[in-house]
């Protein structure tokens, strides 16, 4: 099946107000925590529309989750926790925003970076250990993880 612009546009429109709904009723449970919680996971809204579209090549891939899982190990863990839980340093990538974010977008993130928040580029790691990892990351269980449950 073959997407218009106009689809991808209107599927990646959809998103960002799902998102935003979500982040607006996270900040009347605790504005205080919330809104600084929320600012990172907004980061994932700032990838552009060619990049949030972008499909993993990997996902038919049944040898990519556990590949993923091995470089999630050695390179992610150490912030986000072994069971990507999130700690002081990183947040948690079972959170809704994280799971309900496409593939090209968590791709571009791990591409990128959050520099100021500490998340490094890993624009060197080559790009199909990378796919691995979001592949990892996407095969993640938030069904008992609220959106925008702060750290602690």
Excluded at 21 to 41: C, I
Excluded at 116 to 131: A, F, H, Y
């Amino acid at each position: 099946m073959t997407m218009t612009r106009t689809t991808k546009r209107t599927i990646l429109a959809a998103l960002i107000f799902a998102l935003a709904v979500s982040s607006a009723g996270a900040q009347k449970e605790n504005p205080a925590s919330s809104n600084k919680h929320n600012s990172v996971y907004a980061e994932l809204l700032k990838a552009p529309g060619k990049a949030v579209a972008r499909r993993n090549p990997l996902e038919n891939d049944p040898d990519a989750v556990a590949a993923g899982g091995k470089l999630f190990a050695m390179h992610c863990a150490e912030c986000h926790g072994d069971m990507a839980e999130g700690r002081r340093k990183a947040p948690s990538l079972l959170a809704g925003e994280v799971q309900q974010a496409t593939p090209g977008a968590l791709f571009w993130i791990l591409t990128n970076g959050v520099v100021r928040r500490g998340m490094p580029v890993w624009s060197k790691l080559p790009e199909p250990q990378r796919w691995q990892i979001v592949s990892y990351i996407k095969s993640l269980s938030a069904a008992s993880v609220p959106i925008s449950r702060p750290q602690k």
